[in-house]
């Protein structure tokens, strides 16, 4: 089972619409990571969060510790958001300092 | 801003070659790390280093070593390329203090080196 799982897997919108991509985890985490990916294989990270809720720009990123889930939404989507999405977490008991990836959720916004 | 690069943004090599990827940091980032990112498989983590000359072995090390002479430079060497090695190679690094302390530091990533072994 992984630890990591995002939904959906691909995600295709039209322009304008809003977005949300899911992150469910399995383990205890110290933090919770929101990346982004976008053809050509850069990643830049968008979020971290370890509570609440954390907003730039028309990205929003929320976190439940309870439920161990977080979601990314994105409002007013624009083509130049189509990338892919990677959840990944630091887990609370991390003598390594790894990080837990998820597989990424691929979004693709239309004019 | 940090600055993470990486020697080569595409690279062709023969199987049985001696493979090197270079990525360097500038923002003095005591840990660095290499991926593999493949289709389906997301991002895995191959070694890992938290000091100058001090390396970890990550989820799959197997055909793969590492260098750590300098504190930004990390080398992901492949001693004898296999066409099964052909993948996106992605360096990151972030600022730890040390092995063992949790610390809420986002890992910044290069670019990515697209590795196609024949």
């Known amino acids: 089972k992984n630890e990591v799982e995002q939904s959906p897997q691909n995600l295709t919108a039209q322009e304008g619409e809003f977005i949300t991509i899911n992150c469910s985890y399995s383990v205890g985490i110290s933090a919770l990571h929101w990346l982004q990916q976008h053809p050509g294989g850069g990643i830049v990270s968008l979020f971290m969060l370890s509570s609440g809720k954390k907003k730039h720009g028309r990205l929003i990123a929320t976190i439940n510790i309870q439920e161990k889930h977080s979601s990314l939404h994105i409002t007013a989507s624009h083509p130049r958001d189509s990338a892919v999405y990677i959840c990944?977490?630091?887990?609370?008991?991390?003598?390594?300092?790894?990080?837990?990836f998820g597989k990424g959720t691929r979004l693709h916004i239309l004019p | 801003d940090v600055k993470v690069t990486q020697s080569s943004r595409y690279l062709v090599k023969r199987t049985g070659e001696k493979v090197f990827l270079e990525c360097v940091q500038d923002?003095?980032?005591?840990?660095m790390f290499w991926y593999r990112q493949d289709p389906g498989l997301g991002l895995r983590l191959i070694y890992f280093?938290?000091?100058?000359?001090?390396?970890e072995k990550g989820d799959i090390p197997e055909g793969y070593s590492v260098s750590r002479e300098k504190k930004e430079r990390f080398s992901l060497i492949l001693e004898s390329a296999s066409t099964n090695q052909t993948s996106m190679y992605l360096c990151a690094s972030s600022l730890v203090p040390g092995q063992g302390i949790v610390y809420q530091e986002t890992q910044y990533f290069g670019p990515g080196t697209r590795l196609l072994v024949l």
């Open positions: 280093s938290y000091d100058v000359k001090m390396k």
């Open positions: 923002m003095d980032h005591e840990n």
């Open positions: 990944a977490v630091s887990p609370l008991m991390n003598r390594d300092d790894k990080i837990i």
